[in-house]
């Protein structure tokens, strides 16, 4: 009958995404895009937000993503490893009209890597695709990055709103994947089962779907 394998309800799950890439490519207006609905033309370093968190249903289960966001230490080079500490999902954000900040992402994984010590959720995101006209990265050289390191992908544009919320609640999503996966394969979850009989439902997101077209602006 019921999957919740304690109280009924009142199930919560908090879930540590940080957003990180160079100076300048969006992640600020991501973030306020995604949190609350709005965009800042002239924003400057992120002064005094450490993160915002955000809900959504999932399962029937309330999801909590406390979003961090950089006070714009990336321009020094100096995230802090506090930033990462317990981190489950990354947002490695690019703006494809500048592609030296492409050619970053490289970098941002493997600092990412370094500072992460579980299974970490990670999106490529290209912002800033409504300057189409100004482009400097192809989705398509988006795609094949994301392939290589084993990313989900998608182009955003805070300005406009395309797939904003789309990415964030993919990872949030393949965050809680991950998480019920590792829940399903504990001992103490398995032992339950042969106790409770527990019939096991499948979500419908599933991480075989990593690389789908979530490009934007078709024009
Ligand atoms: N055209 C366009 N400009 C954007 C977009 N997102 C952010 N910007 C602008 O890019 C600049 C840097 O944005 P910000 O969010 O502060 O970047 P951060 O340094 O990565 O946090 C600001 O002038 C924003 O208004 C977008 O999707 N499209
Ligand atoms: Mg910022």
Redesign the pocket.
Known sequence: MSDSDDDSGGEEYLFKIVII??????????LSRYARNE????????IGVEFQTQSMGIDGKEVKAQIW??A?Q?RFRAVTSAYYRGAVGALI?Y?ISRRTTFDSVGRWLDELKMHSDTTVARMLVG?????ETIRDVSVEEGKALAEEHDLFFME?????STNVKKAFELVIREIYNNVSRKVLNSDTYKAELTVNRVSLTKTETDASKKTQNFSCCSR
């Open positions: 890439g160079d100076s300048a490519v969006g992640k600020s207006n991501l965009f800042n033309p002239h924003s400057k370093a992120t966001d950089t714009g990336e954000v703006d912002n800033k695709c409504d300057l955003t544009s805070a300005l406009d």
